[in-house]
């Protein structure tokens, strides 16, 4: 995600597909609290 901070235009930007993501458990991880965060977090770290 920081690339999209050098970038720094306002036509670019991100979509975030949470519609296709599951758990072990087959929940999706998007709809559980601190779910959405926790995946941004591991997004970042990978950057």
Known sequence: ???LD???HPQVGMI???GHVRNQDGANPMTI???PTKALEMEAQTQ
């Open 1 to 3: 995600m920081a690339f």
């Open 6 to 8: 050098e970038i720094d």
């Open 16 to 18: 975030l597909d949470i």
């Open 33 to 35: 609290p601190g779910g």
